[in-house]
């Protein structure tokens, strides 16, 4: 059953320290993204990546880090530059289509990582 | 700068009536929308999607309608059924963008007996 990933569903970390929430897709998506959810907000990008080894900054990007490898997998590292890291995370990944113009398939998500501070 | 807009944070209708949901925009280079169903603890689903070409897309229960000019969308989900209730994210896009997605806060919908 092809779907996305996230684990751990949720997370501590304590001040100072860096902490890597993971993404894994088998749906053979080239696209892929992290959000962050507040309390009574929206979906806010953070970062994305159209194909492996390239990525760019969404609308939130500072405190952040991403890598992509290989096609199915787009972790995330929270870094101790993000003062206000507890939030709720989910990653992304849609189709990419390229004729007659470039434009993406609608997203799927995962169930996201809960992501609090000690 | 929020550029997609859910001014009703929450939204309460009876089992069978029609509930609808209404999103605003301020860009006028959006050019595809998207709703999205949110149960608490899990990632939003995919619903129903419009370009901007059209006016109306239809998926059995759930209708999205687009106006350009005004710059609004709106989602009308008839009968209402309890498994309804949850969190609806409106979303917009602008083609050639990579499928950067711009999120409205979300409506609350709770559907009663």
């Known amino acids: 059953d092809g779907g996305i990933t996230q684990s751990p569903k949720y997370l501590f970390r304590k001040e100072g320290q860096n902490v890597t929430l993971s993404c894994e897709q088998n749906l053979n998506h080239d696209a892929m993204y992290w959000y962050r959810q507040d309390p009574g907000q929206g979906l806010r990008l953070i970062y994305y990546?159209?194909?492996?080894?390239?990525?760019q900054k969404g609308d939130i990007a500072e405190g952040y880090s991403v890598s992509r490898e290989k096609k199915e997998s787009f972790p995330l590292t929270v870094t101790s530059a993000q003062k206000n890291p507890t939030a709720f995370y989910l990653c992304?990944?849609?189709?990419?289509?390229?004729?007659?113009?470039?434009?993406?398939?609608?997203?799927?998500f995962g169930d996201g990582t809960r992501l609090s501070i000690l | 700068d929020q550029q997609v807009k859910q001014n009703s944070p929450s939204l309460s209708v009876q089992e069978g009536r029609i509930s609808i949901l209404n999103c605003d925009y301020t860009?006028?280079?959006?050019?595809?929308f998207l709703w999205y169903k949110k149960y608490p603890a899990e990632g939003p689903t995919f619903l129903i999607s419009?370009?901007?070409?059209?006016d109306k897309n239809e998926d059995g229960r759930f209708t999205v309608f687009l106006n350009k000019s005004a710059k609004h969308l709106s989602l009308h989900i008839v009968p209402s059924q309890p498994g309804d209730s949850a969190v609806y994210f409106c979303a917009a896009s602008v083609t050639d963008s990579w499928g950067k997605l711009q999120f409205g806060a979300g409506t609350q919908v709770v559907v009663t007996p």
């Open positions: 419009i370009s901007s070409i059209k």
């Open positions: 992304a990944s849609s189709k990419v289509m390229t004729a007659p113009r470039v434009y993406n398939q609608p997203q799927h």
């Open positions: 860009n006028s280079m959006f050019d595809y």
């Open positions: 990546s159209q194909i492996v080894n390239d990525f």
